[in-house]
């Protein structure tokens, strides 16, 4: 028996149990569409957070207050989380309430952080939330104030239009490419004049957009001096920060560097590592932390999914047995021309892979469109909505789609394997005497 005749006398039998074929390969649609969404969303966040973290220089340390988790206005990752002797966890500028009441950062934590060996800038950054008004529209953003001449020298952002803040830059404000060009109805442009807290300020510098999202990038927030942010964010003394950034001399040394700033804080605060109430972290300890976290997601989320796909094997399984009960005289008829146990075989694998192939086709064009609206309405992960912000966080790769069609048609063959055998066992009288 030809390939051709094994392929079309598989398709009319699929064709002639219509209904029942159909809602076969719908169990492995479900399945192969719930694959695709998990996996593409696990992709997406971590890109976006691969970015996030390179936004960050890898020379750059950061130092928030508290050792438990903490959401700030912005929605970031405050805390304390030990792997190992150096430290590291989740922290983000963006953070300034903790679950615990600890004592805030100082100016006296930045004087002491600046006496510990291989570091060679501190800078003490506040954070808030502030209604800013263009023409008739007002929207909440990030405040973040800085100290210029540190900031200048730490960031990766570059600028689109414009300049970086300087000393004395007290009625000017540098944006980030969301605020600019997506928060408000009409684009913000160099020297166009806003209004924080009731003062108006001037725009002097526009970032190109960092592509990080919601995770707290510097797309949507507005940088000002740290005198002009105390005086819109209230809920910090004048002598207070929400973190401290950290500027080191050597990228080779980052985890003994993080040990120097533990000690000499840990004599300042007069607290041991087991009480401490404070946080060091690098991007590296963060981007190491998130990608363990999100491989272990990944293989919950997927494994959740791929229970789908093994209901919907299970349902090609019974459809198979059921093909093979009901053309047990074709069999017969079939042998008794000639035809091979082998070719018996291949006739109900191939009907059995055709189901597999075309639910993962159509599972694939299910997943496509799932993804299409977790990628247009976004989702609230860590602290996403809370910032207001709509990200697209679901990815779709060629890689992806062609595991899926694999993984469903290989389903598919070994699904109908042990029927395609007891088919290809059946004796030739016994098969004829089937009705």
């Keep these: 028996m030809k390939l051709a005749d094994i392929f079309k006398l598989s398709l009319n039998s699929l064709t002639h149990r219509g209904l029942r074929s159909w809602l076969t390969i719908l169990g492995i649609i479900i399945g192969v569409a719930a694959v695709i969404a998990m996996l593409s969303i696990s992709a997406g966040m971590s890109q976006t957070m691969n970015a996030q973290m390179s936004n960050f220089g890898v020379d750059v340390l950061t130092v928030s207050a508290g050792r438990t988790r903490a959401i700030g206005p912005a ?50 950054i506040i954070t808030g939330r502030a209604s800013v008004q263009y023409l008739a529209q007002t929207v909440s953003v990030t405040i973040e104030g800085i100290n210029p001449t540190a900031w200048n020298t730490m960031t990766t952002s570059k600028l689109e239009t414009g300049r970086f803040l300087e000393e004395g830059d007290g009625s000017s404000v540098l944006v980030g490419y969301s605020v600019a060009h997506e928060m408000f109805e009409y684009n913000l442009t160099e020297d166009t004049p806003i209004k924080i807290g009731g003062k108006t300020y001037s725009v002097v510098g526009i970032l190109k957009e960092s592509g990080t999202g919601g995770f707290g990038g510097d797309d949507r927030t507005i940088f000002m001096t740290l005198a002009s942010a105390r005086d819109i964010i209230t809920s910090l003394d004048s002598n207070q920060y929400s973190s401290i950034q950290i500027k080191i001399t050597d990228t ?49 989320l997927t494994g959740i999914a791929a229970i ?39 006739l109900f694998l191939t009907e059995s892979g055709i189901i597999g192939l075309m639910g993962g086709l159509l599972g694939v064009f299910l997943g496509f469109i799932v993804v299409g609206v977790i990628s247009s309405v976004g989702i609230n992960i860590m602290g996403m909505g809370r910032m207001g912000t709509s990200t697209s966080v679901a990815i779709v790769t060629p890689e992806l789609i062609l595991f899926a069609l694999l993984f469903s048609t290989i389903i598919g063959i070994i699904s109908g394997l042990i029927p395609a055998r007891k088919a290809a066992n059946l004796q030739i009288v016994e098969a004829m005497r089937s009705e």
């Design 75 to 124: 929605g970031g990752f405050e805390g304390r989380f030990q792997p190992g002797e150096t430290g590291g966890g989740f922290s983000q500028t963006s953070g300034t309430s903790s679950t615990t009441t600890t004592p805030k950062l100082t100016d006296t934590d930045i004087a002491t952080i600046s006496t510990a060996q291989g570091v060679e800038t501190v800078s003490g």
């Design 308 to 346: 789908s796909l093994l209901v919907g094997a299970i349902g090609i399984a019974n459809t198979m047995f059921m093909s093979v009960m009901e053309r047990t005289r074709l069999i017969g008829i079939l042998k008794s021309i000639g035809t091979r146990n082998s070719e018996i075989m291949k």
């Design 252 to 300: 080779n040394a980052v985890d003994q560097i993080i040990q120097n700033v533990d000690q000499v804080m840990y004599t300042s605060r007069m607290v041991t590592a087991d009480t401490a109430d404070f946080t060091v972290t690098s991007p590296t300890s963060m981007l190491e932390t998130i990608q363990s976290t999100m491989a272990t997601l990944t293989f919950f």
